[in-house]
């Protein structure tokens, strides 16, 4: 493996290199819309983020699942501003200051988001104070005693 | 009677239910996603221009007291040819048209002011959607009319028809 | 000729379903024997009618027939045969005929096999069964007539290319004979609560049909998770969609009711809970119908939709599951409930099951439907999605896999903790060895993994527990089913969380000759080749993939640009390990010479849906035990009335 991982690093760096010899003004830099991150601890939390950002264009996939443009320029955005050093939290509140919570299929918790945990937690409470009425504790009771 | 009542509680649950389903039914279809953008100030941006003839677009033109329209638009986006004959009304009108174009290329796009006309004193170039991203824009054509301190003041999302010059005009603060 | 004849006959199976209903309504006390014998006759010629009306409108399909308005819309007659039949149900009003056709067949096999369930209380549930079917029958002639003609059309618009793939022959019909099967449930408890009959007889009348219709269901979502994985290119394999919500919900119920039946079976115990888990089941397929045809929710999956049907599926909604639901709240205070339970006991176990898999029922639909509720009530727009079900249902179902593991070794009545504790152990010390490896080898792989795997592989071991010094030759065959499947849930779970913790993905520009690694395998591009298809033109990459120093397979991913309508689509490649899938995909552009490459190596995903179907053999299995112990049953004792 090491001969493979010696010639990878020489492709990498080699990459930049025929770029800029090039006269062509084309980017050094990765396409990150489509491109991984180098470094893999940022680019794994890149991926968490994009699973959890609407695309705002097909509206019911996420960015990180979607073949339209404007999701290639969030993917975009997103790997550059991870790559930069923010965290995954921090590009998340750009983007829901740019489009509102409707961006990330994080729900915020806020006051108007409560149901969504209250009524699963009523629904438990309600569930097991009907179970202990249907259950006899006589026996354990007796055991005890 | 305690155990009577809790046997009502799920025909209470579904009718609640299919109060949320109805009004869902009955709200106006509306898949538009509002920027959150529009009260705050332009972002910062500088985009190279789009054609070899009319000057690019940044966010320092829009400082100068008077407001503006900021379309952003592409050559490649179908419904975007509709609206250009009212942004050349608005244009005849004084307003100024500043254009933003998203993923297009010089020679689209000089096609398509060649065929349409060209409303725009400027056309910036957003090969990456940065700028459409930065003003929290959803899709093509999108419209945000701008003050003259550089502030977004409303956004008009979709093609911008007859109707709605009036309350374009009234956000740029003029009289139609 | 053909669409006009699938049209009488849907007219004539819905009269035969309202003459079913009102045989029913009128027959129900047991002097009227003749009018008692005719409705089961008349469920059959029902089903028989249905049957070809669609059959009608597979010919129309198969035959391209394009003076018929769905054809014309829906297909194409350069379509491959396979997508010309399966394209019937590709679209609003042939899955909606498909859904009727199944409810009819279901009618019909009630009343041709059931034999255990009491007479008048057969004769209200095939009552029921021709009242729901009759309120659908009503919207497809009114609202979505498949057979609509249209004139003047030479050529159609074709089928979405994304269903043009041997899933949509597969995935819907087995989904629907799962969501509909369960309008059996829902017949049953409304006959049982008509006739004022809720014992351990009528649950073991229900059970099989509940099982049958459960693991259709199974197999459904299971076929339906796997095609969207391989079909949509980005290697996922659930999103937490309002439509693939839909149909876990009716899932979750039906799975909770199959674990009650045998209570009320066994022990004579939750008998109004059964009753209500029987409609709910049925109301959530019934919800799920609704949230995928009426477009009130934004979803990944592609429907033509339309307001007006909503409204139409919604008002069928508030009559049969609120008439059932005030039905309940009338009949079922007179019903007793039944006995008590020990706190350690196996029916406590199962209800202790039924509570969590109806709390994650609700987690479900309140993550589905607050969205629009908000939006509905104050127009705020929030997204409810994976973050959101992963980590409240998540938790509740690692829960859940745990009262599963213990279930099985609790007896009936009662039982005492010391002797459970004993018989957990051994998987219990498995756990913690697991849960010790994981901690100490695999790094951090996130809190849901990691105890994902940890319960997958306690679960793995308890679950075979039942068998461990038993005849196995002896042991019924509905103890093995119960054992598969629950093995099929801890294989399940073992999948998910091991594709989340360890799936690594590489998303590379390569030139032709450039080699890049993804998880233990190089990948090599090799170059790209055209391929003419059938109703396509393919873009071919050539990928040479090794491991190691082994022998270079090759992998050809796809982009397909279709001619009608014209769409580009990303076909896979995908090869399977034992340990894993390599999963690659070409991008659409080419960038300065560079193809995008996108590779995923996914290790033990398979196990996702390989648990999946474990489940529904399991099901299988119990269901065949149970209906030929009845059979032998029946031959000893003379046949019940």
Redo the contacts between chains.
């Keep these: 493996m090491r001969w493979f991982a010696a010639l990878l690093a020489a492709m990498l760096l080699a990459a930049p290199a025929t770029a800029q010899n090039s006269i062509a003004p084309t980017p050094a830099a990765p396409d990150y ?1 489509e491109v991984s991150l180098a470094d893999p601890v940022k680019e794994k939390q890149a991926l968490a983020l994009m699973d959890n950002i609407r695309c ?2 097909c ?1 019911g996939q996420p960015v990180s699942g979607s073949n339209a ?2 999701a290639g ?2 993917r ?2 997103i790997r550059e501003r991870i790559g930069a050093g923010e965290t995954p939290e921090q590009v998340r509140a750009w983007l ?5 919570a ?2 990330s299929f994080k729900p915020p918790l806020e006051p108007r988001t409560a149901p969504l945990w209250l009524v699963p937690l009523l629904a438990l409470a309600i569930g097991l104070w ?1 179970l202990m009425r249907r259950l006899k504790w006589d026996r354990l009771k007796g055991a005890k005693s | 009677m305690k ?2 009542l ?3 509680l ?2 209470a649950l ?2 609640m ?2 109060a ?6 009955h ?1 106006q ?1 509306n ?1 538009d ?5 529009v009260g705050k100030p332009l972002p910062l941006f500088t985009a190279p221009a789009a054609l070899p003839g009319q000057p690019g677009a940044a966010t320092a033109d829009f400082r100068d007291g008077k407001p503006r329209l900021l379309n952003v638009f592409a050559s490649w986006c179908v419904p975007c040819v509709a609206e250009v004959p009212v942004l050349m009304r608005l244009k005849a009108m004084g307003v100024e048209v500043v254009g933003i174009a998203v ?1 297009d290329t010089a020679p689209a796009l000089d096609q398509f002011l060649a065929r349409n006309g060209n409303p725009y004193a400027r056309i910036g170039s957003d090969d ?3 700028i ?5 824009s ?2 093509v054509p999108e419209t945000f009319v701008i003050d003259g301190q550089g502030r977004i003041v409303k956004q008009h999302i979709g093609v911008v028809g007859e109707g709605d010059v009036p309350e374009l005009l009234a956000a740029l603060g003029q009289k139609p | 000729m053909i669409a006009e004849a699938g049209l009488a006959a849907l007219w004539f199976a819905a009269a035969l379903a309202l003459a079913q209903l009102v045989l029913g309504a009128m027959a129900t006390s047991d002097a009227r024997a003749a009018l008692r014998a005719s409705i089961a006759p008349v469920a059959v010629v029902q089903a028989l009618f249905v049957a070809i009306s669609f059959f009608c409108l597979i010919a129309v399909f198969a035959r391209s027939d394009m003076s018929v308005l769905l054809v014309a819309a829906n297909s194409h007659s350069a379509k491959p045969m396979i997508y010309k039949i399966s394209g019937t149900w590709g679209n609003h009003e042939g899955s909606m005929l498909m859904w009727v056709a199944i409810l009819g067949v279901a009618g019909a096999t009630i009343a041709l096999f059931e034999r255990k369930l009491r007479a008048d209380t057969k004769v209200a549930t095939l009552a029921a069964q021709g009242a729901i079917a009759l309120g659908f029958y009503a919207f497809l002639l009114i609202a979505s007539n498949p057979f609509a003609r249209i004139t003047g059309v030479i050529e159609g618009q074709g089928l979405n290319p994304l269903l043009q793939d041997p899933g949509l022959a597969f995935h819907p019909p087995t989904l629907y004979a799962g969501y509909v099967g369960m309008s059996a449930a829902f017949s049953f408890a409304v006959g049982a609560l008509v006739t004022r009959n809720v014992g351990p007889e009528f649950a073991r009348a229900m059970r099989p049909w509940i099982l049958g219709a459960w693991i259709f269901l199974t197999i459904g979502i299971t076929a339906g998770s796997y095609w969207a994985y391989y079909t949509l290119g980005w290697g996922g394999w659930w999103f937490w969609d309002p439509v693939e919500n839909a149909s876990l919900m009716p899932w979750l119920a039906a799975t909770a009711l199959i674990h009650s039946v045998t209570v009320l079976a066994t022990r004579d115990g939750l008998r ?1 809970w059964t009753i ?1 888990l029987a ?2 089941a049925f ?1 959530m397929s019934m ?1 799920g119908t ?1 949230l995928v045809r ?1 477009g ?3 979803s990944v999956h592609s429907f033509a939709v339309d ?1 007006q049907r ?2 139409f599926i ?1 008002e069928l ?2 009559v049969y ?2 008439g059932a ?2 039905l ?2 009338l009949r ?2 007179t019903v007793s409930e039944g006995t008590r339970f020990d706190p350690f006991s196996r029916e406590a176990a199962l209800v202790a099951n039924n509570l969590l898999l109806t709390v994650i029922l609700i987690v479900v ?1 309140a993550g589905t ?1 607050y969205p ?2 908000l ?3 104050t127009g705020a ?1 929030i997204s409810v999605g994976a973050p959101y079900f992963n980590s409240v249902a998540g938790p509740l179902a690692l829960v859940l896999m745990l009262i599963m593991a213990m279930g099985p070794m609790l007896r009936w009545r009662s039982d005492r903790p010391g002797l459970l504790l004993r018989r957990v152990a051994p998987a219990v010390v498995v756990g913690a060895i697991a849960l010790a490896l994981l901690i100490a080898l695999a790094g951090p792989i996130g809190i849901l993994p990691l105890f994902g795997l940890t319960v997958a592989a306690l679960v793995a071991v308890a679950s075979v527990a039942p068998l461990w010094k038993r005849n196995l030759t002896r042991t019924p065959l509905f103890t093995y089913g119960m054992v598969i499947a629950h093995l099929g849930c801890a294989v399940s779970i073992a999948g998910m969380a091991s594709e989340g913790a360890f799936t690594k993905e590489n998303l590379v520009a390569v030139k032709v000759g450039e080699t890049q690694p993804i998880g233990p395998f190089a990948v090599t591009f090799a170059g790209l080749r055209e391929l003419p298809g059938p109703n396509y033109a393919a873009l071919e990459g050539v990928l040479l993939v090794a491991k190691g120093t082994g022998k270079p397979f090759i992998m050809a991913p796809q982009l397909r640009q279709f001619r009608d309508p014209p769409m580009l689509t990303n076909h896979a490649a995908i090869r399977t390990f034992w340990n894993g899938q390599l999963y690659l995909t070409i991008g659409e552009k080419e960038i300065d010479g560079r193809w995008l490459l996108r590779m995923w190596w996914k290790p033990f995903v398979t196990l996702i849906w390989l648990g999946g179907a474990m489940i529904a053999l399991g099901g299988a299995l119990a269901l065949l035990g149970r209906v030929r112990r009845d059979l032998f049953a029946g031959r000893r004792v003379g046949a019940p009335a």
């Design positions: 819309a705002v264009v509206q443009d404007l320029d969030m975009r955005i829901v200051s740019k489009y509102g409707w961006v009907l | 155990r009577g809790i046997l009502w799920p025909l579904i009718l239910l299919f949320v389903f109805w009004v869902g039914l709200r279809e898949h996603i509002a920027s959150q953008m993923h990456q959607s940065r459409q991203l930065a003003l929290g959803s899709g | 109004a209500m409609v709910l109301s919800v609704f009426s009130v929710l934004t307001p909503g409204l919604l909604l508030a599951i609120g639901l005030t309940f709240a079922v205070g639909l439907l629009l509720a939006e509905g009530f727009k």
